[in-house]
């Protein structure tokens, strides 16, 4: 799957750059690009568009006047020289602030935090054995991938746009939403115990009445999650014959 983007810049060799950038990351695709917010409203009004890389100072509208207009927004990717934008940038929940001059280096982050806020699916790993699903998977740290076994993770933490995996040696940080990377554990192995914490069956030790024992740390159970985790402790900690 592809996220079609458009961009709208007034200097023409900073759409250019864009251009050049986005043909870099193979799950996003320019749809068009403008040179003012007028003009870019109207292809939004005529084309269904994911992905907005937005210049802020413009003539006619600004790019924050464009948004506030915009009855429906796609996911927002801030384009400036001007740092003085960030904080009112949080009001329109926008994926990234890019100051410019920014790098490739830059603007490939701000696009894995559009991928991530999308759900698209990971970079395909490595094919699993001939024995069926493998146990553990591939994740980006940085700019590797690390290798992850499921019997070693003690449980995995949202933080936003990242989800941090804890193992029994290590703590792994990566590009991507919970909910994605939920997707992809076990549901034999792990639950759901909390909006920012899953946890490994193996890694627990001890169950209180609002809390899991998991390691040296006590992880909260929230309300909305309590009664799917009884069930699954009743399936896996207290059968019987």
């Known amino acids: 799957m592809k996220l079609a983007c458009l961009i709208l810049d007034d200097e023409p060799l900073a759409r250019e750059l864009l251009v ?25 009004r005529a084309t269904p568009i994911d992905v907005l890389f937005l210049d802020v100072q413009m003539p006619d509208l600004t790019g924050l006047e464009l948004l506030r207009l915009l ?5 927002v990717v801030l384009t400036t020289a001007y740092s003085r934008y960030a904080l009112e940038s949080y009001d329109f929940d926008t994926v990234d602030y890019l100051l410019k ?4 280096e830059r603007f490939l982050r701000a696009a894995e935090k559009v991928r991530a806020r999308a759900q698209l ?60 990377l939920e997707q992809q ?40 999650y309590r009664k799917a985790f009884k069930e699954f402790i009743d399936r896996n900690f207290l059968q019987t014959d």
Do not use: N
């Not at 996003?28 to 109207?42: G, H, N, R």
């Not at 001059?101 to 490739?104: D, E, N, R, V, Y």
């Open 71 to 75: 009855p429906r927004k796609p996911l």
């Open 185 to 224: 554990l076990p549901a034999e192995q792990f639950v759901r115990i909390h909006q920012s914490f899953i946890v490994s069956l193996e890694g627990i030790q001890s169950i209180h009445k609002e809390k899991v024992q998991v390691g040296e740390r006590f992880l909260p159970i929230s309300d909305s």
């Open 121 to 180: 699916s990971p970079e395909p790993e490595p094919p699993a054995g001939r024995g069926g699903s493998s146990p553990f998977l591939f994740v980006k740290d940085g700019v590797k991938l690390v290798k992850v076994r499921w019997t070693d993770i003690l449980y995995v933490e949202g933080l936003r746009d990242y989800v941090a995996i804890h193992t029994r040696d290590q703590k792994i940080v990566s590009l991507q939403r919970l909910k994605v």
């Open 101 to 104: 001059p920014f790098t490739l």
């Open 20 to 44: 050049e950038f986005t043909k870099k990351v193979p799950y996003l695709q320019v749809q068009a690009t403008c040179a003012s917010a007028l003009e870019a409203m109207e292809v939004l």
